[in-house]
């Protein structure tokens, strides 16, 4: 069985950091495209960052470009999401997924190609 945990999620300030850990279990997510989500009060969930299964390529949303970096350690199974310069539109609950496959694109965007998705952890950005 399949199962993803994210945590590192809290309160900060406007401006200031956090790093969120995604750690899989269940199977060996090293071969696989990751992804991290989130979802603000009363809004659809959005894309935020996605990596391929070697790190080598990663995509972002605009709205975290230059302030994210995604990032894995295939050898401890995990992902991670570094925010930087965080704002208070960046209040959201954030999700990572995995998708159990490794033919096609490097890299996905869209929610509904990944198969498993964490619990969500909350980030709460204060002006």
């Known amino acids: 069985q399949v199962q993803l945990v994210e945590s590192g999620g809290g309160l900060v300030q406007a401006g200031g950091s956090l790093r969120l850990s995604c750690a899989g279990s269940g199977r060996t997510f090293s071969s696989y495209p990751m992804g991290w989500f989130r979802q603000a009060p009363g809004k659809e969930r959005e894309f935020v960052a996605a990596i391929s299964w070697s790190g080598g390529v990663t995509h972002y949303a605009d709205s975290v470009k230059g302030r994210f970096t995604i990032s894995r350690d295939n050898a401890e199974n995990t992902v991670y999401l570094q925010m930087n310069s965080l704002k208070p539109e960046d209040t959201a609950v954030y999700y990572c997924?995995?998708?159990?496959?490794?033919?096609?694109?490097?890299?996905?965007?869209?929610?509904?190609?990944?198969?498993?998705w964490g619990q969500g952890t909350q980030v709460t950005v204060s002006s």
């Open positions: 997924a995995v998708r159990l496959s490794n033919s096609g694109s490097p890299i996905y965007t869209a929610e509904r190609l990944y198969d498993s």
